[in-house]
């Protein structure tokens, strides 16, 4: 593993060596435009071993995504975005998995439309793409008991002067490329109210992004669905469950020349039909300052979830320490970072570590 890493390691030094160059991957007609986007990341992991585990998968370099896209706008008032995940291996007889596919109409510049595939406007932690933030995963409480992608209709209600949000819908509740196949949900509300008291969020800002203004965001999410089946033999560590679920959160984000702090919480109460009633939830904060003239970014971060309230000592908890490099800005970035992850799991009161070094090679096409 260290022999593999070195070898990355010297071919990511002459990528660096070369100058940086930026394409403009963009068609404009007469009646709109047409983005390609692409992105790739490529990730290494060496994870400590421990007595007891049972995951094989212990040292590995795999690509974490690959994905491409077409984005743009059509006659002023609408907006369509197409993106596609790549897989190294074929499912269902496809290689290609749909990420986003949808379409906004915009009547005025306080109203805009969805319809189609895309993030469900729950958390922040779930908005914002995975190749912007300043970690090279979600962790838990901003994981897979929160809504993601998902087929339905949404609404975004934008104040004139852009400082207060909302942003509401119904979805399937099936998730992502289930549009024909319902048989996991019967429906998904999801709403999400945001604030901005100091400063203005770009569209699609992301962690990492410098500014030297003061920004302040603040959000509060809400969702409540109905799920018609078991997915699993083990459903209360699931997203999926017979029965209702309701989730809120709340977050809030300071950035301020180059200092980045976040605060995220979130909560899912659960109704299994039939089963026990039952919570899951926690919280992060995480901490970075982004060094503008070495392009280097430090940070840390601190995560607790408690997946299941009936099942005793299962809360983990993880401190991620890492280092950040953007020697061409978002086009191409470089992560190292060391996660400490402990879980108590019952009756093991005792618990377990499972620590991790990863390096991760992110490189886009905008």
């Given amino acids: 593993m260290i022999a593999r890493l070195t070898f990355g390691m010297i071919a990511v030094s002459l990528i660096l060596a070369a100058p940086p160059v930026r394409a403009q991957f963009e068609v404009v007609g007469e009646n709109g435009t047409m983005e390609f986007t692409g992105r790739l990341r ?5 994870r400590e071993e421990f007595d007891g585990d049972d995951d094989q998968d212990h040292d590995r370099i795999f690509v974490q995504q690959a994905r491409i896209g077409i984005q743009g ?4 008032d609408f907006e369509y975005e197409l993106e596609f995940e790549l897989r190294g291996y074929i499912e269902d007889g496809s290689p290609m998995e749909a990420k986003d596919l949808f379409l906004a109409y915009s009547p005025r510049t306080e109203i805009k439309l969805y319809a189609g595939q895309f993030r469900t406007p729950f958390g922040r932690m779930r908005t914002i793409p995975r190749s912007k933030l300043i970690t090279t995963r979600r962790p838990g409480v901003g994981g897979d008991f929160l809504p993601g992608r998902d087929v339905g209709g949404m609404i975004r209600l934008r104040s004139f002067d852009k400082k207060y949000m909302f942003r509401g819908g119904i979805f399937t509740g099936a998730g992502p490329n289930r549009s024909d196949d319902d048989r996991l949900g019967k429906k998904l509300l999801v709403g999400r109210v945001e604030i901005m008291p100091l400063g203005m969020v770009r569209k699609s800002e992301g962690d990492s992004e410098y500014t030297r203004e003061l920004r302040v965001h603040m959000g509060a999410g809400f969702a409540s669905s109905e799920d018609a089946e078991f997915a699993d033999d083990d459903p209360e560590y699931l997203r999926t469950i017979p029965g209702r679920k309701d989730i809120y959160g709340f977050d809030f984000t300071l950035k301020c020349k180059g200092l980045f702090l976040n605060y995220e919480e979130n909560h899912a109460s659960f109704e299994p039909d039939p089963g026990r009633d039952f919570d899951a939830g926690g919280y992060l904060v995480q901490a970075s300052y ?7 970014e430090p940070r840390i971060m601190y995560d607790e979830f408690n997946p299941s309230s009936n099942t005793a000592n299962d809360t983990e908890k ?13 086009l191409l970035n470089l992560m190292l970072e060391y996660a400490d992850h402990h879980k108590l799991n019952s009756p093991d009161t005792r618990g377990w570590d499972e620590n991790e070094i990863r390096f991760l090679l992110q490189v886009s096409i905008e």
């Fill in 318 to 330: 993880t401190v991620t320490y890492g280092l950040n490099f953007y020697p061409h800005g978002r």
């Fill in 42 to 46: 490529i990730m290494a992991v060496e």
């Fill in 290 to 296: 982004y060094w503008d003239r070495g392009r280097l």
């Fill in 73 to 76: 706008d059509y006659l002023d």
